[in-house]
């Protein structure tokens, strides 16, 4: 859970998106997730317990159709959130504060993966020219026996070689020092978008 959902200010904040409408629990997971731009998501372990702790104490209440909970805000869940309409008010401030953060973070991730990426396809743009260029200029060599490799072997293992360091640059990272679970998944998110994107390079 990101720190500023920390000492239960995650149940004030539950409080307050149901206070717009009755919603389910995986609403309120989509909500929270654009509320912090796609960089946090509170899981369904995370969310439910509360929904079901507010219930308890009398906050929300809930209709159940179609084997889903529709959760809703009570009277006394009103008179808490005017009670604690300070503390809700330095929680949206904490909010942006976090989702600031985390935007740029996300965006120092994301530009040097995009330049990680935007430097091995202009070295694979060289490298392909290179090969075209020796293929002209060069004399045919004899035909090669099918067991051996083909002329991309080289440039195959000097991807190889690179996508190895890569590897070992990030396990290096990784190990540094102790990050959050938004970080990680932010990474994860970046790494993704990193492979998308030589997919569709090299296919």
Known sequence: MTAVFSHGR???????????GPKHGYELIRLLEDRFLGLY???????????????VEGLVSHTAAGGRK?????????????????????????????????????GEIRSEVRGSVRDLKR??????????RARWEAPAPPPRPTSTTGPQAGLLDE??????????????????????????????????????GLRRLLR
């Open 10 to 20: 995650l149940r004030l904040y539950l409080l307050k998106l149901l206070d717009d």
């Open 41 to 55: 998501a509170p899981s369904a372990g995370t969310i439910y317990p509360r929904l079901q702790r507010l219930e």
């Open 159 to 196: 991807l190889d070689q690179r996508l190895a360091a890569f590897t070992a640059e990030v396990g290096r990272l990784m190990r540094a020092r102790q990050f959050s679970d938004t970080q990680l998944r932010t990474a994860i998110r970046l790494l993704d978008g990193a492979l998308d």
């Open 123 to 132: 070295e694979l743009s060289e490298a392909t020219r290179q090969t075209r």
């Open 70 to 106: 529709t959760y809703e805000i009570t009277d006394a869940g009103r008179a808490e959130l005017r009670q604690r309409a300070g503390e809700l008010t330095a929680l949206e401030t904490d909010i942006a504060a976090s989702v600031a953060d985390l935007s740029s973070l996300a």
